[in-house]
C-alpha cells in the first residue's frame, strides 16, 4: 500500500483546509489590527491603508516566490525548512509596531512601508507562504485530487479575517489583548502546519512525481499576470474613489478588500455555477456601472457605494475565473501563484504608488475599468446578436463606432437642446444600449465603454485637471478649487473644506461654512480676548483653507498645526484663498502630525486649542483617544480651553468625547443656519476645560451652549477604541 493510498481521504483534506484556512485568517486578520495600532504613528488617512496595502502584497509576493523555490527541495525537505522559517518568525511575537519614531520631513508614502514591514514583515512572509505550499503538498499525499480547489477554502479564510476584526475583535478586545490572541493564534498554526509536513513522504522513491504538463510560454504567464493586476489595481481604485469621491463611510475600506479575497472563493470553486453566471454578465455590469459610478452621482452616495462594489466584485470573479481556466498542472503550481502575486502587488503598485503621483485626480479608476472590459470575456448573450454581427463584419463595427461617437459630441454639445436639460445623462444611456448590443464583437464594445467612461464624468475630470491649479492630489486626499461668482470652495473629495467670499476685503475677511460668528469655535474665538487678555496664544490642528485665522487680534500669537504641505501651500499660496494673507499673516503653521508635533510643545505653551482635523468624513482615531486628551491638557495647562469639531455625516461622537476626556468640563454647541446662505454650514462644537471659570466665562460670553450629555460609550485610548457604538446607521 503506497503512502497515498493510506492517507488519501476526507480526513487529510480537512486537515490541510483547516491548515489553510487558519493561515488566511490570521493573515488577514493582522492587516487591519496592524493599521490599527499604527494609527498614533500614521494617522487616519485612507491613503495610509493602501500604503499598508503595497506591503503585504509585496510580502505576498517575497511568500509566493520562497513556496515556488522550495517547490526545488523533496517534500519533507521542504516542511522542514518552512517549519524553521515560522519557528524564526515567530522572534516577532508578540505583534507590535515598531516604536522608531517618524523621522522630520520623512515623506509618509516611503515611511508608512518601511514601519509596517519592520512591525510584521517577517511574520507575515512566513503566514504568506502557505497558500501555494499546502496545496503543492496536498498534490503530493492525495495525487489525482485537485489542489486549486483548497485556495477557494484559502480565501473563505482571508475574508473572515478580514471582517472578523472591525465586527469583533475591535470592538471586544483591547489592542494587547488582541496581539496575545493573534501569537496564540500563530502557535496553533505551527502546530497544524507540523501535522500537515509529518503526513508527506519520508523518502524520493515514496513520492508520486506531480503532474507538470507542458511549461508555460511567456505570453501566457504575462496574460496570469495581467489577469491578476487588473482586480488588485480596482481594488484599491475601489477603496480611494469612494473615500474620496462618493461618500467616506468609516469600515469601507474594509468592503473592497473582502470582496476582491471573496472572488478568489467564487472563481477558485470546483462548481463553477456562480463563476460562470457572473462572467456571462459581468460585461454588462462594467458598462452600466462602470459608467455610472465615474459619474459620480452624490445625490445617493449608498447607492453609488453599492454599485461600485458590485463592479468590483463582478470583475475580480471574471478576471480571477478566466486565470483559473488557464491555470496549469499541479506541478507548476507554485509558479502559477508566483505569476499571480507579481500581478496583485503590480495592480497595488499602480493604484497606490504610480497613480497618486501621475494623476491629480482618480484616473486609476477608469483606466482599470477600461482594462477589465479588455480583458473580460465577451459572450454574445443572444443568438440574435451574433447573427447580426457576424453578417454585419467590419463594415457594421466601423459604423457603430461611428454612432458612439456622435453621442459622445451630441452629448457634450447638446446642440439646440435636441437632448433636453441633461444631455449627457441621455446620450450616456444611448451609448449603454449600443454597447449591450455590443458585447460579443469586442471593438465596438470596449469602445462604447470608453465613451460612456468619458461622457458621464470623464470629460468634466479633464477639463478640471487642464485648468491650472484647480486640482492637486497628494498622499492624503484630492483636492479641488471651485472659483465661482464672488465665492471660492476647496473641496476635498465630497467634504466641503472652505468657503472665502470674493469681492470686497470686508467680505474676504468673514468666516464662513463650519466656523461662523455664532458657531462654537465662532463663540469661543471672540471671547479669547477676554478670557486670556490680549495675547492669547492659539493653537489650530487642521488648517483647511485658513478661515479661522480671521478671527486673529492684534497682539494674539497664532499657531496651526497641518498635517499636508499641498494644503498649506492652497491656503497660503494658491490666490485662491486669502485668509492667512488678510488676517494673519504672521501665524506660524507646524506640518506635521498635529498629536506627534503638540506632544513636543512646552507645558502650558497654549490657551485655547481648537481640534478640528477630519480629513473629508475619516476620523484621525488617534487624536480623540485619552492618551491624546492627556497632551493636549498638557499643552493648554489648567486654564486652557480645548474646542472639538466633531460635525459627522456618519458618527456620533460627541459621546466619545464626553467619555473620552475624563476630568474636563464640557458643553457643547449645535449651530444651524438661519438662512439658506451657502456659506453658513451647519456644525457641533464641543468646548472642554478643567477650569470651571473658564466655562462659566464662555457660557456667560453668548451662544446657545448646552451640557454635553454623557452615555456609557466606551472610552477611545490608544489600546482601545471603536466606531461600532458611535456609527448612526447602528443608533
Avoid at 518552512?82 to 516611503?110: D, K, Q, R, Y
Avoid at 463592479?311 to 475580480?316: M, P
Amino acid at each position: 500500500m503506497t503512502a497515498s493510498d493510506r492517507t488519501a481521504g476526507w480526513p487529510i483534506r480537512w486537515i490541510f483546509v483547516t491548515t489553510i484556512l487558519a493561515g488566511s485568517f490570521l493573515l488577514f486578520l493582522v492587516q487591519p489590527m496592524v493599521a490599527r495600532m499604527a494609527l498614533p504613528q500614521l494617522g487616519g488617512a485612507p491613503a495610509v491603508w493602501n500604503s499598508a496595502m503595497l506591503v503585504y502584497q509585496a510580502l505576498l509576493l517575497g511568500g509566493y516566490a520562497y513556496a515556488h523555490l522550495l517547490g526545488k527541495l523533496m517534500p519533507k525537505a521542504q516542511a522542514a525548512v518552512h517549519i524553521l522559517l515560522l519557528l524564526c518568525a515567530a522572534v516577532w511575537l508578540p505583534i507590535g509596531v515598531n516604536s522608531t519614531p517618524t523621522p522630520v520631513g520623512t515623506e509618509p508614502a516611503l515611511w508608512t512601508p518601511w514601519l509596517l514591514a519592520a512591525s510584521i514583515g517577517p511574520l507575515f512572509f512566513a503566514v504568506s507562504a502557505q497558500a501555494p505550499l499546502l496545496q503543492r503538498w496536498f498534490a503530493f499525499i492525495c495525487p489525482g485530487r485537485d489542489p486549486y480547489a483548497l485556495y477557494a477554502a484559502s480565501n473563505v479564510g482571508s475574508f473572515a479575517g478580514l471582517l472578523a476584526y472591525p465586527l469583533l475583535v475591535e470592538p471586544l478586545l483591547p489592542l494587547r489583548a488582541q496581539s496575545w490572541g493573534w501569537s496564540i493564534g500563530y502557535a496553533l498554526l505551527f502546530v497544524l502546519v507540523i501535522g500537515c509536513g509529518w503526513l508527506l513522504p519520508h523518502r524520493r522513491e515514496q513520492s508520486v512525481p506531480l503532474e507538470k504538463g507542458g511549461a508555460p510560454g511567456t505570453r501566457r504567464v504575462l496574460h496570469w499576470i495581467v489577469l491578476a493586476l487588473v482586480p488588485s489595481g480596482l481594488m484599491l481604485a475601489t477603496s480611494t474613489f469612494l473615500t474620496t469621491d462618493i461618500v467616506a463611510v468609516p469600515l469601507l475600506w474594509v468592503l473592497p478588500l473582502g470582496l476582491y479575497l471573496l472572488s478568489f472563493t467564487v472563481a477558485f470553486a470546483a462548481r463553477r455555477g456562480v463563476a460562470d453566471a457572473i462572467t456571462r454578465y459581468a460585461p454588462i455590469t462594467i458598462l452600466v456601472f462602470g459608467g455610472m459610478m465615474i459619474g459620480g452621482n452624490h445625490d445617493f452616495p449608498l447607492l453609488s457605494a453599492l454599485a461600485a462594489l458590485m463592479l468590483l466584485f463582478a470583475v475580480s470573479v471574471t478576471l480571477h475565473a478566466r486565470m483559473y481556466a488557464l491555470r496549469p498542472a499541479p506541478g507548476r503550481l507554485t509558479g502559477f501563484y508566483l505569476a499571480m502575486s507579481v500581478g496583485g502587488a503590480l495592480g497595488g503598485a499602480f493604484a497606490g504608488l504610480i497613480a497618486p503621483v501621475l494623476f491629480d485626480w482618480t484616473y486609476e479608476y477608469p483606466l482599470l475599468i477600461l482594462a477589465a472590459g479588455l480583458l473580460a470575456p465577451l459572450p454574445f448573450l443572444l443568438p440574435a446578436t451574433q447573427r447580426l454581427w457576424t453578417a454585419g463584419g467590419v463594415k457594421l463595427r466601423l459604423a457603430t463606432i461611428l454612432a458612439i461617437g456622435a453621442l459622445v459630441a451630441v452629448g457634450m454639445l447638446n446642440p439646440g437642446g435636441i437632448l433636453g436639460a441633461k444631455p449627457d445623462a441621455v446620450a450616456f444611456f444611448g451609448i449603454v444600449a449600443v454597447g449591450l448590443i455590443a458585447i460579443g464583437a469586442r471593438a465596438p464594445f470596449v469602445f462604447a465603454l470608453a465613451a460612456a467612461l468619458f461622457l458621464f464624468g470623464g470629460y468634466r475630470a479633464i477639463s478640471l485637471s487642464l485648468e491650472p491649479g484647480a486640482r492637486t492630489r497628494s498622499y492624503f486626499g484630492v483636492y479641488t478649487i471651485m472659483r465661482g461668482q464672488g465665492v471660492n470652495e476647496l473641496q476635498h473629495g465630497t467634504t466641503l473644506h472652505g468657503i472665502q467670499l470674493t469681492g470686497m476685503p470686508e467680505r474676504e475677511r468673514t468666516p464662513t461654512t463650519y466656523y461662523v460668528p455664532h458657531s462654537g469655535v465662532g463663540e469661543a474665538l471672540r471671547a479669547a480676548p477676554s478670557l486670556y487678555g490680549p495675547s492669547a496664544r492659539i493653537g489650530i490642528v487642521g488648517l483647511g483653507t485658513g478661515t479661522l485665522a480671521c478671527y486673529a487680534r492684534p497682539g494674539q500669537h497664532w499657531r496651526f498645526y497641518e498635517i499636508d504641505p499641498v494644503v498649506v501651500r492652497i491656503a497660503r499660496d494658491s490666490g485662491a484663498f486669502t485668509f492667512l494673507r488678510r488676517c494673519a499673516p504672521d501665524a506660524q503653521i507646524a506640518v506635521g502630525d498635529a498629536r506627534l508635533t503638540l506632544s513636543n510643545e512646552p507645558a502650558g505653551s497654549l490657551d485655547l486649542l481648537a481640534l478640528d482635523a477630519f480629513s473629508s468624513d475619516a476620523v484621525p482615531m488617534h487624536l480623540m483617544t485619552r492618551e491624546a486628551f492627556d497632551t493636549y491638557g498638557r499643552v493648554l495647562g489648567r486654564r486652557g480651553l480645548l474646542l472639538v469639531h466633531v460635525s459627522n455625516r456618519y458618527l456620533d461622537l460627541g459621546p466619545v468625547v464626553a467619555r473620552t476626556a475624563g476630568g474636563w468640563m464640557a458643553a457643547q454647541l449645535p449651530y444651524q443656519p438661519r438662512t439658506n446662505d451657502p456659506a453658513e454650514t451647519g456644525s457641533l462644537w464641543i468646548a472642554l476645560t478643567r477650569d470651571p471659570e473658564v466655562l462659566g466665562e464662555l457660557l456667560a460670553s453668548g451662544g446657545h451652549w448646552e451640557p454635553l450629555p454623557v452615555t456609557d460609550t466606551a472610552p477611545w485610548t490608544d489600546d482601545y477604541a471603536s466606531i461600532l457604538p458611535v456609527l448612526r446607521a447602528l443608533q
